[in-house]
Structures are given as structure tokens and as C-alpha cells.
């Protein structure tokens, strides 16, 4: 589930269509046949300046992706910037926005 290196980071962010989610902004890009899509959460100093919140809320966001995004991740690779007011939410808000991300990058599926 993780990229294999920046370079394919920065393909997704520069070459890949933006999507303004309940969670952040989306970037994303479909994959190349016979390829998974990979999904990465970027929470960024703003959201927290403690580490240990940013890695919390990265763990519970990837926890959701493995459960979650396989329909998303057999058509796209996906980076979302997590948005600063995530810090405050609970974990069950946290999967509702991620949830409703999801609904939205699905309606764009090829």
C-alpha cells in the first residue's frame, strides 16, 4: 500500500486531478494496468505541531484505508492532504470524513 518512492509521489501530485474532500485535498491518478493503487495521507505541521498527534491520526487513517479503499485502489493511486482541523476530531468523525472522501472519488471512477 505505500509508493515506492517520491518520484511516484511527485508524479500524483504534479500530473494527478485535485479533488477538495471532507478530509483534504485529494490528489489522484489513475493506475497502470495490471498495478494496485497505493494511498498515502500527508498531515502536514499545521494540523498538529506534536508528532505523536500527526502519526496518531496518520495510523488511524491508514488503518481505515486497508479496511476501506479497496475499490478506490483497483482504479487510482491517491495522496490526500489532511486538513488542519483534523487534529480536534475523534476517531469516529475522522472515518466519516474519510468515508465520505471516499463517496466522492468514487463518483469520478472510471
Known amino acids: 500500500m505505500r509508493f515506492a518512492s517520491r518520484q511516484d509521489v511527485s508524479a500524483v501530485i504534479r500530473n ?4 477538495h474532500t471532507p478530509l483534504g485535498r485529494a490528489a489522484v491518478i489513475p493506475v497502470h494496468p495490471g498495478q494496485s493503487g497505493r494511498v498515502l495521507f500527508s498531515v502536514p505541521a499545521a494540523v498538529s505541531k506534536k508528532s505523536s498527534e500527526r502519526n496518531r ?17 483497483r482504479h487510482y493511486h491517491l495522496v490526500v492532504f489532511v486538513r488542519p482541523d ?10 466519516e470524513r474519510a468515508d465520505a472522501m471516499q463517496r466522492i472519488l468514487l463518483r469520478f471512477q472510471p
Open 16 to 19: 494527478g486531478r485535485r479533488y
Open 57 to 73: 491520526i496518520r495510523r488511524h487513517l491508514e488503518a481505515w484505508a486497508r479496511e476501506h479503499t479497496l475499490p478506490l485502489r
Open 86 to 95: 483534523t487534529a480536534r476530531l475523534a476517531r469516529p468523525v475522522l472515518r
